[in-house]
């Protein structure tokens, strides 16, 4: 492996995904190529069905790509998965009911057979993270979806993954409780250094949690644009209001839409 390969994070090379039921094919994926560095923040947006949850079920090794490769750090879903390297998080994320929160979080360290002290430090440590401190015993059905998200969250972070893969993690949530923990979210991927991959349906959403914005054309999925978001890695909520969110913001939307965006961003203006 050369040096400059080594820096990847995730990377995508010319996969592609054909689901077959019977004699019905479905071309989901195409030629997708991507690259993010290691630590780095990659969000994935495009139409309903152009194959978001498919690219990030191959990085979860929920599924073999028909063709191309996906590595994580190098090495294959499969091996990454034997590793514990990621973690996955989705809208879905259950929760059993019937345990108690610090139950259901330790629940992932608990499958992997993790000694019953490490299972409750590693859980307590990532309750205290996401800010659920003072509900380690109460049971889901008592918190709130917000609440809940965040444990999901905390249950992932146990497994000290170098990956969070997440698919919709807030997309149940009201707009006020979804941006804040975006910003929850900001503020654990730089205490952990994790890299993340997101699929997620909002334009603002994938400004504020990336340093690159993959753009997927409706089916079949290929990767169209990628935007790079060039605000660093010290966000606050403060940033919606800078010019650039809005140019950023237009941008995408032009590039969701199929219209070539002839203004000029900002950045490129001051660069000029
Ligand atoms: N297990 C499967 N078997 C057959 N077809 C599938 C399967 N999973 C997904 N597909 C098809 O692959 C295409 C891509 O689906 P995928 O769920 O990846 O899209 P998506 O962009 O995540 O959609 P959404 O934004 O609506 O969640 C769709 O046409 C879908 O019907």
Redesign the pocket.
């Known amino acids: 492996m050369s040096a400059g390969q080594d820096d990847f994070g995730l990377k995508a090379d010319r996969l592609g995904m054909v689901?077959r039921?019977g004699a019905q094919e479905?071309v989901?994926l195409e030629d997708c190529n991507l690259a993010i560095r290691r630590g780095g923040w990659m969000s994935l947006i495009?139409?309903?069905?152009?194959?978001?949850?498919?690219?990030l079920?191959i990085f979860a090794d929920i599924?073999k790509p028909t063709h191309g490769e996906a590595l994580l750090h190098g090495v294959s879903p499969a091996e990454a998965r034997a590793n514990r390297t990621f973690a996955l998080v989705s809208q879905q994320s259950t929760m059993l009911p019937w345990r108690t929160i610090i139950d259901n979080v330790a629940l992932g360290l608990e499958v992997a057979r993790a000694p019953v002290s490490e299972r409750r430090k590693a859980a307590q440590e990532a309750i205290d993270l996401v800010g659920l401190a003072g509900f380690e015993r109460a049971y889901p059905s008592e918190l709130s979806g917000g609440m809940r998200q965040r444990a999901a969250i905390a249950r992932a972070l146990t497994l000290r993954p170098q990956f969070l893969l997440m698919d919709?993690p807030f997309g149940a949530l009201d707009e006020i409780t979804r941006e804040k923990l975006n910003f929850e979210l900001l503020q654990i991927l730089k205490e952990t250094s994790a890299t993340l991959l997101l699929?997620t349906?909002s334009i603002s959403e994938a400004i504020i949690l990336s340093d690159k914005v993959a753009v997927?054309t409706p089916?079949p999925?290929r990767i169209s644009r990628i935007v790079d978001i060039d605000f660093g890695h010290e966000r606050t909520a403060e940033m919606r209001d800078d010019p650039r969110f809005t140019a950023y913001e237009s941008d995408l939307r032009h590039a969701l839409h199929g219209t070539p965006d002839t203004r000029v961003l900002p950045s490129q203006r001051l660069s000029a």
Request: one cysteine or more.
């Open positions: 689901y039921r479905t989901a495009g139409a309903s069905g152009c194959g978001k949850s498919t690219l079920r599924v919709e699929v349906h997927m089916r999925g």
